[in-house]
């Protein structure tokens, strides 16, 4: 499983309201990436993605 359908997951479990919005490609693994493509959505939007990716950090 890469880091994005991963990210992917946590969007829809944690936000189902905001998964559509906050969703990358699922062939990202890298967290800079993601960030970097949620961020130039909105810097709501990547705020939201950065919390989705520290959750993720501390489930390894």
Do not use: C, W
Request: charged letters at 25%; proline letters at 3%.
């Amino acid at each position: 499983m890469t880091l994005a359908e991963h990210y992917n997951a946590e969007a829809k479990l944690r936000m189902p309201h905001m998964a559509d919005d906050l969703a990358v490609d699922p062939a990202i693994d890298n967290a800079g990436h993601i960030d970097e493509i949620v961020f130039r959505r909105s810097e709501y939007l990547g705020g939201m993605a950065a919390v989705l990716l520290a959750l993720i950090s501390e489930q390894k």
